[in-house]
């Protein structure tokens, strides 16, 4: 009897965590992109904290707007690259109208480690935006190596 109560204990709370959470949104999948627009190279390869500078592309491919509302970045490569950013997020509030895309800019703080054998090291992005729509919210998962070498 006990073994049956324990059981029942476990898929009630298994059942209640799977249904908990915000509704997600089935449209077609946006196309996201990041570029690095100011970096180390362009601020002369400084050894300390930085600020770097971003595009984000987005293409909506819904037959509705969507609203971007936030970014969420951080470095994967902690033993190497031109720079490590702090793990932090940004919020926006960008419609995007429907079959168009926009690009957003945004600047993140970030250690740069200098002139050295790292300066040209590429730095790999992972980043989560998310979405809000009329059928509901969303997220999209990236990860992106952007080249450090001047353009």
Not at 1 to 10: A, E, G, H, P, Y
Not at 46 to 71: D, M, S
Not at 77 to 82: L, P, T, V
Request: hydrophobic share 40%; proline share 8%; charged share 15%.
């Amino acid at each position: 009897m006990q073994k049956l109560f324990l059981l029942l204990l476990s898929a009630v709370t298994v059942a209640g965590c799977a249904s908990s959470g915000a509704p997600k949104a089935k449209i077609p999948e946006p196309a996201v992109g990041i570029e690095q627009v100011v970096g180390p190279a362009e601020l002369n390869y400084p050894y300390g904290p930085i600020e770097v500078k971003y595009n984000l592309g987005v293409q909506n491919n819904a037959p509705f707007p969507i609203t971007l509302i936030r970014v969420d970045v951080a470095t994967a490569n902690s033993a190497g690259g031109a720079y490590t950013l702090r793990h932090d997020f940004y919020h926006f509030k960008e419609t995007i109208p429907k079959n168009s895309s926009r690009v957003v800019s945004f600047w993140a703080k970030a250690f740069s480690w200098g002139r050295s054998m790292r300066d040209t090291e590429p730095v790999t992005l992972h980043g989560v935006v998310y979405f809000e729509t009329p059928n509901g919210s969303f997220q999209k998962v990236f990860i992106r190596e952007l080249s450090q070498f001047p353009r």
